[in-house]
Structure formats: structure tokens, C-alpha cells
């Protein structure tokens, strides 16, 4: 199954708490948790181009499985890491945030992040 395609943000759980731990402003967390986010994946093969799109802000981020490559973080830091496929999941830990994207059918991606015991789900719908 391809991740190719575009998803559009349906539900997140946990948004706020997540993101107050990880350092972002409540100004950021109350403007960030009402707008819309499009999710664009680009699979060829092994190599991914994944754009997010949340109000104004866009962030990609451009992998090949198994290889290092510096990936945006959320609050917009650059790290190196590496992107794990297994089966239907791509696994990458990002600065002690282990992030598993799961494509759960063909219309249906679910990004789970964890920091410690603190999890933030975000579910997409393919438009």
C-alpha cells in the first residue's frame, strides 16, 4: 500500500498538553489547534517527500528509508535521523520524540507522537 496522496487533518487528541511540552508559546498552541492541516505524501520506492501545510506555516521534509537525513521537528529545529518502514509504519525518533506514521487503510493515516508517557494522535483523511 502507497502513502502517496493527500490527507487532510480529522481529529487530534492530546494537542495542547503535547505541545506545551515540547516548548511551543500558548499563543502558538491556541492559533495552532484550530487550523486546518493537509498532510501531502510523495512515496517513490524507498524515497518520501512529505509537505505539511498547517494555516501559514509549511513544512517538508524529503527521506530515503534506512538513510540519515535532517528532518524538521515540529518547532521547526533541524535534526539528523533516520526514517525505519515496517510494513504499513514509517518509525523516526526526533530529539527523544519517537513519531510512527501508520497508513491504517488506503484513506486513513494515523501520526502517532510520543514524548515519555505523553501521547498526541493525529488522524487524516485522504482528499
Do not use: C, P, W
Amino acid at each position: 500500500m502507497s502513502f502517496s496522496g493527500k490527507y487532510e487533518l480529522q481529529s487530534q487528541e492530546n494537542f495542547e498538553s503535547f505541545m506545551k511540552a515540547i516548548g511551543l508559546s500558548d499563543e502558538l498552541i491556541q492559533k495552532g489547534k484550530d487550523l486546518k492541516s493537509i498532510s501531502e505524501i510523495e512515496e517513490k520506492g524507498d524515497n518520501f517527500k512529505v509537505t505539511v501545510t498547517t494555516g501559514t506555516k509549511v513544512l517538508v521534509n524529503i527521506f530515503t528509508i534506512g538513510q540519515e537525513a535532517e528532518l524538521e521537528t515540529i518547532t521547526g529545529e533541524k535534526v539528523k535521523s533516520v526514517v525505519h518502514r515496517e510494513g504499513n509504519k514509517l518509525k523516526v525518533t526526533l530529539k527523544g520524540i519517537e513519531s510512527v506514521t501508520e497508513l491504517v487503510d488506503g484513506d486513513t493515516i494515523v501520526n502517532t507522537l510520543t514524548l515519555g508517557d505523553l501521547v498526541y494522535k493525529r488522524t487524516s483523511k485522504r482528499v
